[in-house]
């Protein structure tokens, strides 16, 4: 009678016991969808600011393009037409390049504001996720 009794206390104890993983299981399970959706909420924010500031880079390279263009134009004015001609054209490069030198700063400003393309708070939460489970564990 006493190898049936603990036979059946055996089974009463490894029941809890199946709950709790099947309970931690399923935590983790939602623990590890919720770290996902804050990583890809986190990328997509930092992607936008670099597509953001990539553009302005762009868009700095086609000025710095057309400020060349005008430059070349006003050396040919000078060398080719009066004095009014040329002071006009240098007076377009000189605006050019001004816009050029405004883009380039907004575009560098929007990528060093994006910092590293990694989930740096969901990395944070992971590791947090990490240690309180590994803390528990040793309880």
């Known amino acids: 009678m006493t190898a049936d009794s603990s036979h ?8 809890p016991v199946g709950e709790l993983v099947q309970r931690a299981s ?4 939602q623990l590890v969808r919720d770290e996902m959706r ?33 430059l070349v134009a006003t050396v ?6 009066a004095m009014d ?9 000189g605006v050019l390049a001004a816009v050029t030198a405004l ?3 907004l575009g560098k400003q929007q990528i060093s504001k994006a910092s590293q393309p990694t989930p740096e708070q969901t990395m944070d939460s992971v590791k947090a996720d990490v240690g ?3 803390e528990r564990a040793q309880r």
Do not use: N
């Open 132 to 134: 309180e489970i590994k």
């Open 38 to 70: 804050l990583a890809q909420a986190e990328m997509t924010q930092k992607g936008k600011r670099f597509g953001k500031g990539g553009g302005l880079f762009g868009g700095a390279g086609l000025v710095g393009v057309l400020t060349l263009q005008a």
């Open 103 to 105: 883009m380039a700063a």
């Open 26 to 29: 399923q935590q983790l399970s």
């Open 8 to 15: 059946h206390t055996d089974a009463g104890a490894q029941e």
């Open 85 to 93: 001609v040329w002071v006009a054209a240098l007076i377009v490069t």
């Open 76 to 81: 040919i004015a000078a060398l080719s037409l």
